[in-house]
């Protein structure tokens, strides 16, 4: 972990490993947003964690992207839900009962305790706030198998503005960030310690802080100890 | 490019009805006497004034424009569901293309295509799914590898699922 993260910093000090830019086109609801490509280390680690596993579930946190349903279902013969907690706390602003997100997350998803193999969450925890956040990631936690996946990027750096973003998986070591507008702007920026105390319950894989200013973490969901 | 022979094509259409509506009080006149219903050599195509409500069962590609009520069973063929047609039930087919609105389970052996205005509300089963953007879908997606399973199973009812958000999909 140590030394994919210090290369990882390598790379950064050797110079910026943006992929490639495109203008966005086609969604109506991006404003002349730029899309950027970037490098991800750790979608391919969370595709390696679920490829053993038979018909796995996975549950997608982010705006419904066809392009990633399509890559996903056919990486690793999925089941993929998506399940847009973006639209959640845009709704819950428009109505005015942010306070009420952490109950809200607490029964937001029905799926039985421990069935789900893998959880994309995106960039998603930077949008909430500690009790949100903590609400949610106890929710998942619940919902996650032994030895399944979650995979979280978490900004390091502030970022004006209310925007989400959608990641369109290009191959499995590269990501396209394609911001939309939103209700919410980013919160705090969470600090290493205060991720893992989000994610008590499970343990930490890999962390990688990547060019684009987003620290990609993996965590496990470990055995239950016999 | 090419101008299309209508000399190979047969003088008169087939004798038997290639889509049958057991049980299928049609609400809007019968689609077997409907003009709008024009049968094809390998294609049939419901209008979209037409509405069924009941099974819709058959053995050659379908394209619907109008309004279907009911289970839509075509195993070995391609469904087209076009802009203007709407279905509310479940859906088996080989290959299943929507332009139009479905309300139910998606099951499909070959592939399931999302077209841009297209719009899914239940859950799919299929190895190969595309989802334009633009495209509305609300439920969950099974890719099962070729390999695993060599027919698509029916999807499993959503019961018991989290409660559905709406959602645009974009890619």
Redesign the interface.
């Known amino acids: 972990m140590a030394d994919a993260r210090s290369l990882t910093d390598l790379f950064g000090i050797l110079g910026s490993r943006r992929v490639g830019e495109t203008t966005s086109v ?2 109506s ?1 991006v404003t002349q947003a730029t899309e950027v490509s970037y490098p991800t280390q750790a979608l391919q680690k969370f595709l390696r964690c679920l490829k053993g596993a ?2 796995p579930l996975v549950l997608d946190l982010g ?8 890559f996903f ?2 990486q690793l ?8 907690v973006a ?2 706390i845009d709704t819950h602003v428009k109505e005015g009962k942010l306070e009420r997100l952490p109950e809200f997350f607490a029964g ?5 305790p421990g069935s789900v193999d893998g959880i994309l969450c995106w960039d998603i925890f930077d949008y909430l706030d500690r009790p949100a956040a903590q609400a949610l990631a106890t929710a998942l936690c619940r919902l996650l198998k032994s030895d399944g996946c979650l995979l979280g990027l978490f900004s390091t750096a502030e970022t004006p503005g209310q925007a989400y973003t ?1 990641y ?1 998986v290009v191959d499995e070591s590269t990501l396209r960030y394609r911001p939309y507008p939103g209700q919410r702007q980013r919160q705090r920026n969470l600090l290493n310690g205060d991720i893992i105390k989000l994610f008590k319950d499970l343990r930490v894989t890999d962390s990688f802080l990547m060019k684009s200013r987003l620290r990609e973490m993996l965590f496990r969901k470990p055995a239950p100890r016999a | 490019m090419w101008k299309r022979d209508e000399s190979v094509k047969p003088a008169t259409p087939p004798a038997q009805t290639p889509v049958t509506t057991p049980s299928s009080p049609v609400a809007a006149g019968s689609a077997a006497s409907d003009s709008r219903t024009q049968l094809g050599r390998d294609n049939v195509n419901i209008g979209k004034s037409v509405i069924i409500k009941g099974e819709l069962s058959g053995s050659e590609d379908l394209t619907i424009e109008g309004h279907v009520e009911g289970r839509i069973d075509l195993k070995g063929n391609a469904l087209t569901i076009g802009p203007n047609g709407k279905i509310k039930g479940e859906v088996f087919a080989k290959v299943v293309v929507v332009l139009g609105e479905v309300t139910g389970n998606v099951t499909a052996s070959e592939k399931v295509d ?1 077209r841009d205005n297209g719009s899914v509300d239940g859950d799919i089963v299929s190895p ?8 509305h ?9 070729a390999g ?1 399973k060599a027919q698509a199973k029916p999807a499993a009812p959503s019961q ?4 559905p ?7």
Do not use: L, W, Y
Request: with cysteine; glycine share 14%; net charge neutral.
């Open positions: 086609g969604d609801s038979d018909n705006p419904g992207v066809g392009t990633n349903v399509t279902g056919e013969g999925c089941r993929i839900r998506v399940e847009d639209s959640d937001r998803f029905t799926q039985a959608k369109v | 999302i190969r799914v595309a989802i334009a953007e633009g495209a879908f609300r439920g969950a997606v099974d890719m099962q590898r695993a018991g699922q989290a409660p958000q709406t959602q645009k999909v974009g890619a």
